[in-house]
């Protein structure tokens, strides 16, 4: 396999998918480059043609890692927890990680896209109750699975992908205004990950392409 001396994380401060493969280096301990792309400047960056060739779906994140070039997230951090030492990221109870991919593709494919960027471009001057309206719906659904899954953290006691899914999607919910009182296991095992140094460091507060007024 064909190997870097680093990988490269092509991606935006704000972005959660972004943020997601922040976490999971973090978590690894695996030190990596970064190269920002704007979602909004120039009319967004991601849209050039020259980004076009690392990521089709012209999106971030995008990683060069190994000699070869990745996109989706979830993809990402499976490539690094098939790949990489340091703690893992799915347990390795079939029955808990099924649980772990559930919850992933719950926020990553049932929620996030709904109120992401591209779509909130394109639904003009009611983003903001667009936005609310999915969140609000998702995390109807998700708080009832964390009932059933969650130790400390989504799935049982350990980190896993479900957790460097929910931190920047409950970040997203707080962007939104959305009203996290009827939430409470989801507003428990958030407030007790943000607190955690890889979730810490890679929060969008703190990142190379954050701007100033952002910055904490």
């Known amino acids: 396999m064909a190997t870097q001396t680093k990988p490269v994380l092509y991606g935006y401060f704000r972005s959660s998918c972004s943020w997601r493969v922040r976490i999971?280096?973090?978590?690894?301990?695996?030190?990596?480059?970064?190269?920002?792309?704007?979602?909004?400047?120039?009319?967004?960056?991601?849209?050039?043609?020259?980004?076009?060739?690392?990521?089709?779906?012209?999106?971030?994140?995008?990683?060069?890692?190994?000699?070869?070039?990745?996109?989706?997230?979830?993809?990402?951090?499976?490539?690094?927890?098939?790949?990489?030492?340091?703690?893992?990221?799915?347990?390795?109870?079939?029955?808990?990680?099924?649980?772990?991919?559930?919850?992933?593709?719950?926020?990553?494919?049932?929620?996030?896209?709904?109120?992401?960027?591209?779509?909130?471009?394109k639904i003009g001057n009611e983003k903001a109750e667009w936005a609310q309206h999915f969140i609000s719906r998702g995390f109807e659904a998700l708080e009832n699975i964390l009932k059933q899954t969650a130790g400390k953290y989504c799935v049982s006691d350990e980190i896993s992908m479900a957790d460097i899914c929910l931190v920047p999607q409950v970040y997203n919910a707080n962007r939104f205004k959305v009203d996290l009182a009827p939430f409470p296991t989801i507003k428990r095992i958030n407030k007790t990950l943000v607190e955690i140094e890889a979730f810490r460091e890679s929060h969008p507060s703190r990142q190379p392409d954050t701007p100033a007024e952002l910055r904490t």
């Open 24 to 121: 999971a280096f973090a978590l690894k301990g695996i030190a990596y480059d970064q190269v920002p792309v704007n979602l909004i400047k120039d009319g967004g960056q991601q849209l050039t043609e020259q980004y076009k060739t690392l990521n089709p779906m012209q999106q971030v994140p995008a990683v060069s890692i190994d000699g070869i070039t990745l996109s989706q997230s979830l993809a990402i951090i499976q490539y690094l927890e098939e790949t990489r030492p340091g703690p893992h990221l799915l347990p390795a109870d079939p029955q808990k990680r099924a649980q772990v991919r559930m919850i992933c593709d719950h926020i990553a494919a049932g929620i996030q896209p709904l109120q992401n960027l591209y779509v909130l471009q």
